[in-house]
């Protein structure tokens, strides 16, 4: 049973920063890409952040480049977003998402998410 669990959320001051982390278990975590989708009040779910399987190549929302660092650690099955520069706009709930294949056939996975407010 695929597993996504996002930690590291919280309240912080305008221009802190934040470490998220998600935790993967249940597929072979190293074989998938994975990325980071916030959704703020009233909007809907967006892109944030994405790495490949070696980490060797990452993406980012225009909003987020500069201040949010995508990494992961295959030995660890987890996957990080550490988040600088925050700003009050940054303030969302922040979902871990893979794809999956079994048999050619995709398979999506979501976190249960975790609240980011960055307020003072």
């Known amino acids: 049973q695929v597993q996504l669990v996002e930690s590291g959320g919280g309240l912080v001051q305008p221009g802190g920063s934040l470490t998220l982390a998600c935790a993967a278990s249940?597929?072979?975590?190293?074989?998938?890409?994975m990325s980071w989708y916030r959704q703020a009040p009233g909007k809907e779910r967006a892109l944030v952040a994405t790495?490949?399987?070696?980490?060797?190549?990452?993406n980012y929302a225009d909003s987020v480049k500069g201040r949010f660092t995508i990494s992961r650690d295959n030995a660890k099955n987890t996957v990080y977003l550490q988040m600088n520069s925050l700003k009050p706009e940054d303030t969302a709930v922040y979902y871990c998402?893979?794809?999956?294949?079994?048999?050619?056939?995709?398979?999506?996975?979501w976190g249960q998410g975790t609240q980011v407010t960055v307020s003072s």
């Open positions: 998402y893979t794809r999956t294949y079994r048999f050619g056939i995709p398979y999506d996975y």
């Open positions: 790495i490949t399987t070696t980490g060797d190549s990452t």
């Open positions: 249940g597929f072979t975590f190293g074989n998938y890409a």
